[in-house]
């Protein structure tokens, strides 16, 4: 069956410190990944994706993702945390099964990020 | 940069009737939107593929005539929930792109249903 998980309900880090925010993933075949974020009071927004192509994805404020496939994996990194990263983090695998695409999201992460 | 507005920002249906929620874009030519809808303690949901000038495709496990989805222009998709019951009260946030496998997805600012 398909789904996703993100181990860490929070990640706590330190300004300028790397972040990592974890995501694994199960699906019969190819997956999507993505990765959204929703600050408070300002929405869902789109970080980025992988399709195909380049394992390593570069999307937008600085993140980056890489796409482990023997792992099954998909962590969202920034080199160097800012107190403005302070968001809820999701990851989502999309994927064709029997009844055709169905796209799943992980329960969230929540990051801090301390000045 | 890409916008989209979503409209109503909050609703409030009794049980038995119809709401419809806007999604647009306001720059840009949105060839495909995404219905999605955001449970308590955070959950997200795909609900449905909204595509102009055919029909929506939906998510496994999402009822197609419960959630009717029109995307009539480029610019313009809407979501009706039809027979509103208190379970479907919920946050729907509508995002979208202009079609391209490398674009970004822009997100509306999500539309808060409660349904009494």
Not at chain 1, 28 to 47: A, C, I, K, M, T
Not at chain 2, 56 to 62: F, L, N, S
Request: overall charge positive; hydrophobic content about 35%.
């Amino acid at each position: 069956a398909q789904s996703v998980a993100q181990p860490e309900d929070q990640v706590n880090v330190a300004e300028g410190n790397p972040l990592t925010v974890k995501c694994t993933y199960s699906v019969s075949g190819n997956p999507y990944l993505f990765w959204y974020v929703q600050y408070p009071n300002r929405g869902l927004q789109f970080l980025l994706k992988y399709i195909t192509g380049d394992n390593l994805v570069k999307g937008s404020y600085g993140f980056e993702a890489e796409f482990n496939k023997s792992q099954t994996s998909f962590h969202l990194k920034k080199p160097s945390a800012l107190v403005s990263d302070s968001a809820l983090y999701f990851c989502a695998v999309r994927a064709r099964n029997t009844g055709g695409f169905k796209t799943i999201f992980g329960a969230g992460t929540r990051l801090f990020v301390k000045a | 940069g890409a916008v989209v507005s979503q409209h109503p920002s909050r609703v409030i249906c009794k049980s038995g009737t119809s709401v419809k929620i806007e999604c647009r874009s306001l720059d840009f030519q949105a060839t495909t939107m995404f219905w999605y809808r955001q449970f308590p303690k955070q959950s997200l949901m795909l609900m449905a593929t909204s595509n102009e000038g055919s029909k929506a495709t939906y998510e496994q496990g999402v009822e197609k005539d419960k959630f009717l989805i029109n995307h009539a222009s480029l610019t313009l998709s809407t979501l009706t929930v039809t027979s509103a019951h208190p379970e479907d009260s919920s946050f729907y946030i509508c995002s979208a792109n202009q079609g391209l496998v490398q674009d970004g997805y822009t997100f509306g600012s999500g539309t808060r249903l409660t349904v009494v």
